[in-house]
Structure formats: C-alpha cells, structure tokens
C-alpha cells in the first residue's frame, strides 16, 4: 500500500530564516505527489501538487516543492519564512485506488517566531 | 462561492451514543471523500461517493460506521455506539470530477467529536 513519511514533527524557525520540510513516498503506483496547508483555525487547502514534467514545482504564497524520484522526496521549501507561514504542513499522494483518496503523512507543525 | 461546509463544528457524545455529522460539498461537485483525523496524526481516508454511489468504504474502522449521501449532494456520516477511540476530527472533502488521480479536493473545517 501506498504510504508517506514527513521526518519532522515540530519546526521551530525565526522570520526570514528558510524552510524545509522533508517528505518521502513509498515505491509504486501512479506518483502524484501534493502539499496542503492548515492554518490556524482554517481549512486544509492546497499549497501545491506534482503530476509530471518539471520536478521544481511552485505553489501558492512562494512555496515550493522538488520532486527527486531517486531518493523517493517531495520536499517543501520557502526562502524566507513569514510568521503568517506559521501552520500544520502536511504530504499527501493518491492511495492505490483510482477514488483518488489521498494518504497523509503525519503533519509537520511549524512555529514561525516574529 | 461557498466552500464545503460541516455541521456540527463541535460534537461531545457519551459512550455508547450515536451520532451525526453533516456535509455539504460545493455544489456540482461529484467526488465526496470522508477523513479521520486523530489527534497529532495526518487525515485518513473513510469513505467516497461519486454521486450517491458509496464506491469506496475501505477505510470505515468498523461497522459502527456508516455514511451516505442519498441524493449525490449532502452527505451524512453516522456513528453507532461511540467509543472514546473514536473522537477525532471528521474532515469532509470534495471535487469537482469523478474520482481520479488528478483531481484537487477541497477540504470542509471539519467536525471534532469527543467521546466521554
């Protein structure tokens, strides 16, 4: 079964310092690869995906993700982090049914201090 | 336009009572997928609708649990008996096409329901 890993639970950074927040897929099936984002007291929304073609893919908000199918990673990164960034991050891809029901990692919380 | 919505936001229950919980995805949307989201931990998948058809119920822990949405619009997800082990946070989600590995799925607030 498909699964995802996320290596860090609880992210603490100062403003302007950079982000990365680590996930990894499970070999197989089709590699379609999202990050969603829940800010405080808000809805789950889509911060960015990957499909296909270009691995570097930006999203919403001057996030982005690189796709390395070698080492099984979508990690997210941000240059500069604002403490409006501060949230729960979480990994997600389709599980192995065509629903389109996606599997989470864990969730990375992270802790942007002003 | 308004997003997918979920009643109650907020469901305390006593052991062994059931409950209900509400959602209403964007209109026109045909996928409607179910999660649970323990406390700590990422979502996890329920159940999916495309339309009114249950095509998925994989991931329903027990037949404590069931969900329906009769007309292809609002759905209901119904818990029997509740147990502590499932308080958790109920996500709704939907999208506009029929179930696939491309489509973006739009997430409700969710209900948190706690067990006593």
């Known amino acids: 079964a498909q699964s995802v890993s996320q290596h860090n639970h609880h992210v603490i950074l100062s403003e302007a310092a950079s982000l990365e927040l680590g996930c990894n897929y499970s070999?197989?099936?089709?590699?379609?690869l999202f990050w969603y984002v829940q800010y405080p007291g808000q809805h789950l929304q889509l911060l960015l995906k990957?499909?296909?073609?270009?691995?570097l893919v930006k999203g919403i908000k001057g996030f982005e993700a690189e796709f390395i199918k070698s080492k099984f990673s979508f990690n997210l990164r941000k240059p500069s982090v604002q403490w409006s960034d501060t949230a729960e991050y979480f990994c997600?891809?389709?599980?192995?049914?065509?629903?389109?029901?996606?599997?989470f990692g864990q969730g990375t919380t992270l802790q942007v201090k002003p | 336009g308004a997003g997918v919505s979920q009643s109650p936001r907020y469901k305390v229950a006593k052991r062994g009572q059931d409950v209900a919980l509400r959602c209403d995805p964007i209109s026109g949307h045909v996928s409607l997928f179910w999660y649970q989201q323990a406390l700590g931990q990422g979502p996890e998948f329920l159940t999916y609708?495309?339309?009114?058809?249950?095509?998925?119920k994989s991931g329903l822990p027990s037949d404590r649990f069931f969900a329906e949405r009769p007309e292809g619009s609002v759905s209901t997800l119904k818990i029997q008996r509740t147990q502590q082990e499932d308080s958790a946070v109920y996500l709704c989600?939907?999208?506009?096409?029929?179930?696939?590995?491309?489509?973006?799925?739009?997430f409700g607030p969710g209900t948190r329901l706690t067990v006593l």
């Open positions: 070999y197989g099936g089709t590699v379609n």
């Open positions: 990957y499909f296909s073609g270009d691995p």
């Open positions: 609708f495309q339309n009114e058809a249950q095509l998925d």
């Open positions: 997600a891809r389709p599980g192995s049914s065509n629903t389109g029901k996606l599997i």
């Open positions: 989600a939907s999208s506009l096409l029929e179930g696939g590995l491309y489509n973006e799925q739009f």
